[in-house]
Nanobody, 122 residues
Framework: QVQLVESGGGLVQAGGSLRLSCAASGRVNSIKSMGWYRQAPGKQRELVAT???????TYADSVKGRSTISRDNANHTAYLQMNSLKPEDTAVYYC????????????????WGQGTQVTVSS
């Protein structure tokens, strides 16, 4: 089992910045990739960014150029730096970790944090 705890959300004005953190615990050695997703009211949960254990990252088009995902493998923590925030960035942001199954190593398991609210005012 992997536990994820997010922090760093809050209220910020448009154009401002936030840095989200996600600390993983439990079977941290099983984690292959980590990422951030978000869900706004009335919308589906969507991918924001992902990063592999080797440092390869991907971004949604909506945040590309404004956000940076990183991770500290020693501390098992992922970060999402968000700059030039827009009101449409308002959502609950969820940390995700994808890890190797405890028994079947060819299967991957998704773990989720509790979410942290990001609100961007205009």
């Amino acid at each position: 089992q992997v536990q994820l705890v997010e922090s760093g959300g809050g209220l910020v004005q448009a154009g401002g910045s936030l840095r989200l953190s996600c600390a993983a615990s439990g079977r941290v050695n099983s984690i292959k990739s980590m990422g951030w997703y978000r869900q706004a009211p009335g919308k589906q949960r969507e991918l924001v960014a992902t990063i592999t254990s080797g440092g390869t990252s991907t971004y949604a088009d909506s945040v590309k150029g404004r956000s940076t995902i990183s991770r500290d493998n020693a501390n098992h923590t992922a970060y999402l730096q968000m700059n030039s925030l827009k009101p449409e960035d308002t959502a609950v942001y969820y940390c995700n970790a994808q890890g190797v199954h405890m028994v079947i190593s060819s299967f991957l398991v998704n773990y989720w944090g509790q979410g942290t609210q990001v609100t961007v005012s205009s």
